[in-house]
């Protein structure tokens, strides 16, 4: 293929989906285009919001110090083990420091573009499992205008890589129709699991991909032990980069020495922990980027959307337990099938279980060693599942879910500035941080 | 021919007047069953996304000028950067501390060659001849001029004390082999260290 008839091929795709989208405006309702304009107000508003001014403050805040300098010292090839987790995420943010070199841009950059991305796998995992398109910009929007997610994009943290490669592996098996599709699930969930070794419990949701819509056979999931054989690589790549040994039984070594420090970690109190069972009520978000500069300071908060945030999380323990509910009672079996099919109702299961099996680690081994950021992966999954409840409804009840993002939209600009770190005064900052677990 | 699920409308009924401007009835955005038999479709577009992404990034940030706005605020543990570390010494350690390898970084080596005999001869000067640390954070690196910038051992302290110097990071050394007693052996650093020039050492009041 020549060059020129690349161009023209990327030309007419930009032509036909332009017409293609206002083939789509035109089918819908007035409601519909003023909820339309909503969303697409809350996803450039989020990309803004997670670029401008992400190089401050220039130093590393919270627990940037585990990746900004141990991803130097990589580039380097100066020994550092003081993070305890795999490297692939700061082999990843290197990238950031190839380009910009070694300074806040250079650290947080690549885990920006993450934060970014992870609005448009949301949008295609969005659009498969459900298959809707509305659902899909739903999805785009409450994760674009989602303060948990915006904050994470603008630190240099491992955890908005992870939750944007764990989106990424059910997308990828959500899209398998042969074993190919299996092995490139095995391999992300590999590569998931080299950012931080949580991601392991993704191969949960993903064979019930596999057992429930049989578009490949079962036995596939035996492709799924790509993923060990993945890790393993990362970890060797890595430890040499940093020129330390990396023979199979110096990886080993490594992997066991971090995985009991990480565990005798959860023997210490932390004032920062929380409980697993607080993630889903939001009780104690982490301001994950705070700096101050004279009477004035900036915030992060890993707090949600709450118009998002609670509704996702009833949703998400709520529609399985009612699909039980109607499958034990014979006399509710008519109510699930006049609201959800069969395709929506697998669906949810999928993410209900995968919104369960990543906090199944913090639930049973972590002792003390849970925090608020565990729940950003699960929350990815509740909100996809609210995005798509919400184009439902949409259908039936248009104008109720503009009001809906109406109100979710005012939540937004009420808490951006504790999101997006603007210069506030403690009064400013207290008003919208309101309960004490949610400040510094 | 009508279609026998459309009722037809008697001729004589009047026909309904059209709405004036009809609204667009919202339609069903169920996406029909994919005819796409590639099943890495999305998965490339999504990874080309990523490039994408990852690329305007990086242009709007060159473009701006904004990563050089904050180039000179890191925190110095990289080639050519400086930075401020802490080490705890006894007087003795300018005997006790030695490092072997054959290479040199801008004039600054070990006391001895990687066969552990003296580099020089005619001895270095203290601000040209590593020595192995720790900092207080247990970070190991090799340094040169620690002692002549504290003014030797003179007014040094009996007890083991604190320093604080700039160090100015000039390299990364692999092959090197450390002494930490003056009669002990020389073991091979297992990893890279880096290597600088420490200066404006002050014992902390």
Redesign the interface.
Known sequence: MTPAKMVRGVVETGRAAWQDAVDRW?????I?RITSCLLAFMIVGGVILR?QGV??P???TFDEQFY??TT??IL????DLHDFHPPLGKLLGA?GLL????????WR??Y???G??TI??GF?LT??IF?????AWLAAAFIAADGFFIAHSRTAFIDIMLVCMIL?SI??VI????W??IA?TGILIGLATSIKWSAAQTLVPAVLVVLLYRRVPWYTIFWFGLAPIVHFFIWMVGLRL????SDPAAILAVIRSSMTSLHDLGKFDNPLASAWYTWPVFYHPIVVKLSSSGTTSRYASSLGNLVFSFPAALLIVGLPLARGLTTWRVAWRRYWPAFFDASFTRAVLVLATGWAALQALFVVSMGKHSFFYHYLTPYAFAIIVLAGVV?KL??RW?RAVLAYVTLAVLVALYFVPVWGEFALTLQEANRRLIFLPWRP | MASPSIPETSPAAPAPAAPPNP?????????PPSKVTG?????C??FL??FM??FI??A???WTG??Q???????G???G?TRSIEVTLVREDMQNLACASDVAFEGMHCAFRANQKPFDLQGAEDRLLLRPYYTVDQVLFLGAGLWNSLGMTGQLPKERFSIVCNYHMVG?L?SASLRWQATGPFAPA?????VGLLTECVIPQ
């Open positions: 035109g089918a819908q309702g007035r519909q670029i190089g401050y220039p130093h590393n900004g300098p130097h010292h380097l090839g100066v020994p990238i380009l910009f070199g070694f300074n806040s841009v250079g950059f690549m920006l573009c993450f970014l991305q448009i796998v295609w659009r498969e298959a809707s398109r509305r659902a990424w997308l990828a899209t398998a129709r042969t190919r599709g490139v940093m020129g330390h040994a184009a949409e259908r248009p | 609204e667009p009835v919202p339609q069903p955005d169920v996406l099943e890495f479709n999305v998965l577009y999504t996304m990523l992404v990852s990034v990086w709007i940030f060159s904004y990563g706005r904050y180039a000179p605020h890191a925190d543990w990289y080639k950067g990364s692999k297992k990893d890279a260290v880096p």
